[in-house]
């Protein structure tokens, strides 16, 4: 195992779960503010008890998993694992942003 | 509530300062300081790593801390009003603030290298996390602006 590889490949992993996670809203938990409440993965409310927020859930779930596949990729021999550049760490969260302005984009043309 | 807003702004201003200087020294590094933008920029960036995770670190517990007074009370306010846009322009906060999350373990990374090795990458993923803080530190003012926190 290789550990100073983990950090650029959680990097390059992380937004490539979090976009899915939040795009089909895969949480690890649901927090309910007004009944500060918190539910173990998706939980919608019903109205009466007011919006879910999901974005903790989200990160918790992108940082799990970008922990566990760094460490299985960490984890490759040298020769495969020479083979992903550093710079997929900062490529991939803009492309990612890229895809989140197009997802974003009915709030501004609302 | 409000205290905890206040030392979020605080920590966020303290950040911006620290991951600034470091962004414009990694882009236009100096080497003879003589004016007040040569110095600003002549810093050791290296020095200033530590501090930018911790700073980023705290500054977004403490967003997060705050954030379910913003979804139940300012957000809902502005979509009664359609301020559709201003929400918008936090939903994409959030998500820029996951990815700069996302990017502070290659940040770390990147500058334990050697001054040659991954130079670029560094340039890069410094300057993503100052605009990134800049955003979020500029929209979450603009927002609070609009509608506060109580």
Do not use: C
């Not at chain 1, 490759?76 to 550049?85: D, N, V």
């Not at chain 2, 994409?92 to 502070?104: P, T, V």
Request: zero cysteines.
């Amino acid at each position: 195992m290789r550990w100073d590889r983990v950090p650029p490949i959680f990097s390059i992993v992380f937004p490539l779960i979090y976009l899915p996670t939040m795009y089909y809203n895969w949480p690890v938990f649901t927090y309910v503010p007004r009944l500060r409440e918190f539910h173990f993965l998706l939980y919608p409310p019903p109205q009466s008890e007011g919006p879910g927020m999901y974005y903790y859930g989200w990160l918790l779930t992108a940082g799990i998993g970008s922990v566990l596949i760094a460490l299985a990729l960490a984890a490759l021999p040298e020769k495969t694992a020479r083979r992903i550049p550093a710079s997929l760490a900062w490529i991939v969260p803009l492309a990612v942003l890229a895809v989140l302005l197009d997802i974003l984009s009915p709030w501004f043309t609302h | 509530m409000p205290y905890v807003l206040l030392v979020h702004m605080l920590l966020a201003v303290a950040l911006i300062g620290a991951v600034t200087h470091q962004a414009l020294g990694v882009i236009a590094p100096v080497t003879r300081p003589d004016s007040f933008f040569a110095r600003f920029r002549a810093v050791n960036g290296k020095g200033y790593v530590n501090a930018v995770i911790v700073l980023y670190l705290l500054t977004l517990s403490l967003g997060l801390f705050i954030y379910p007074n913003y979804r139940i009370g300012a957000r809902v306010q502005m979509e009664a009003l359609r301020l559709f846009a201003r929400v918008g322009t936090f939903e994409l906060k959030e998500h820029l603030m996951a990815l700069g999350l996302g990017l502070l373990p290659v940040y770390w990374w990147v500058w334990q290298r050697p001054p040659g090795e991954q130079a670029l990458s560094r340039r890069v993923v410094t300057v993503m996390l100052a605009l990134i803080v800049w955003y979020g530190f500029l929209i979450g003012h603009f927002l609070n602006n609009t509608r506060g926190i109580t």
